[in-house]
């Protein structure tokens, strides 16, 4: 079963976490997925603590220090919220307002428990349209969700058409599949998307050293 290996959140190990972060990147069916993130939500924060799991810190960084308009005033988007841990850090950077989607309706409820957001919507990312209009936000923000089993990498064309057009000395630099994806589509580099792929940092290798 995929949920097997979750156990009582007073005993949970960092070896529990590690099986739960490298089941969350498995390729399985849609409502298996949407199960694996309504069963873990509860244990979320607790367990990416427990990494130390630095990923919405950087982003949010990453975006402040890039983005010169008026923070008090810019409405950011944050793609695959969670439970709000990247707003959460704009927040106390000075940015107000949150716009949040996600696929889990469970991870959905955390979210709207911090008060952070004036608008979440559930969303199946890559298969849902997440426009209602075009350059809709000044920010959008996706932080460790573009890999396989988990957003596609094509959803960044929507991305790009949710946020208004900035300077490309404001736009914060995106990785190289990101870029990529937005050259193969036409999408010039000048528009406030912030994509952090953690996946590919270092608590990767801390994960797999100690398996």
Known sequence: MLFSYLVMASSRTFADVRDVILSAHT????????GFYSTWAENYEQDVAL?????????????????????????????ACGTGLVSAHLKKLGFKHFVGIDGCAGMLDLARKTGLFQEL???????DSLLEQDEMYDIVVIVGALSVGQVPVTVIEQLWRATKPGR???APKMTPRAQKISASR??????????HDYKRQCRKSRIQSRA
């Open 27 to 34: 390729n399985v069916g849609l409502q298996s997925k949407i």
């Open 51 to 79: 990494l130390d799991y630095r990923a919405p810190h950087l982003a949010a960084e990453c975006i402040t220090k890039n983005f010169k308009g008026d923070k008090a005033r810019a409405i950011i988007l944050d793609v």
């Open 121 to 127: 919507k559930q969303c199946m990312l890559g298969q």
């Open 168 to 170: 490309t000395d404001e």
């Open 186 to 195: 036409g999408m010039p580099d000048q528009r406030r998307i912030c994509v």
